[in-house]
């Protein structure tokens, strides 16, 4: 009788293009064919599993290291951002600004202003990222800073506490505090910090002093094209100053009232029976 033949095991080595390792492949010959039993692929066993733990390490050092240098920036700047409002307040009076309270200000100002320069103002964390990465395009497109992409957090931050000096340094700072300003304090309370320090133009610092120059009221008092035409101011005082440019002034007061608009605080008719109005400047 016959003996049954013992299985025969064969080894095929593969050459990878590329690769100093080879394919290792035992199988066990069978009537029906090869059964695979092992595969050892390059980068399957050693490097591979080397690569991923020095990848993990590197980003996890990373992460630590921009966790500190974050922690010692808000260490460094915790007094300046806890002593905020006696800096506002500070600063007001050697501007000789008035101090005001959001009930004492037409509501037309801050609806006018937030749909202008901050849309998100009450729900975002003191920075807008829509705006921030538009401002990054312009400025990257452009090879320099001319797009401000600030939500009115940022600039109160960067009146008082910063300056206006346009780095990249100085944007990430700006940045970082405004999150920590908009933990710290209510919208409210940067609102009004903002209405009372912010320049208008003409040697008027906050909107109190602006209103009572420009339309001799108080701002309770402003006027729907009134409060479009203060809100445009803070995009260049100077040049949109009402009482020596007033052809500027009104082309930003229409696209403060679009902003509004878009922004479905008034509709498009509105908007343009609101610019027919009078504006009652007072004039020198």
């Known amino acids: 009788m016959p003996r049954p033949r013992a299985k025969r095991a064969a080894t095929v080595r ?58 010692l920036f808000y260490r460094s700047y915790w007094g300046t951002i806890h002593h905020l409002p006696a800096i506002v307040d500070a600063s007001v009076r050697s501007h000789r600004g008035t101090l005001i309270r959001l009930r004492d200000v037409s509501p037309w100002v801050p609806r006018a202003l937030i749909a202008t320069e901050d849309r998100s103002f009450y729900s975002n964390i003191g920075v807008s990222f829509e705006g921030v990465g538009r401002s990054l395009y312009v400025d990257l497109s452009s090879g320099r800073f001319v797009e401000g992409g600030s939500t009115l957090t940022q600039q109160l931050v960067r009146d008082e ?21 908009t933990a710290l304090y209510s919208k409210r309370q940067i609102l009004r910090w903002y209405l009372d320090e912010v320049y208008l133009g003409n040697g008027y610092w906050g909107v109190y002093r602006a209103s009572e120059g420009y339309f001799g009221k108080s701002p309770a008092h402003l006027s729907l094209p009134q409060a479009a035409l203060l809100a445009g101011l803070p995009q260049d005082p100077s040049a949109l100053d009402p009482l020596v440019h007033l052809r500027a002034a009104r082309r930003r007061e229409w696209e403060v009232l679009l902003s509004m608009v878009e922004d479905n605080v008034l509709s498009l008719g509105a908007a343009r029976r609101v610019y027919r109005m009078p504006l009652d400047l007072v004039p020198r």
């Open 161 to 181: 506490i910063l300056g206006p000096e346009k780095t990249l340094r100085r944007k990430l700072s700006e940045a970082l505090l405004s999150v920590a300003v």
């Open 14 to 71: 593969v050459s990878v293009p590329h690769q100093s390792d080879c394919v290792r492949v035992t199988a066990s010959l069978r009537p029906n064919g090869y059964e695979i039993r092992q595969a050892d692929l390059p980068g399957e066993r050693g490097g591979s599993g080397i690569r991923r733990r020095w990848g993990m390490w590197l980003m996890m050092g990373l992460f630590l290291w921009g966790a500190a240098r974050i922690a």
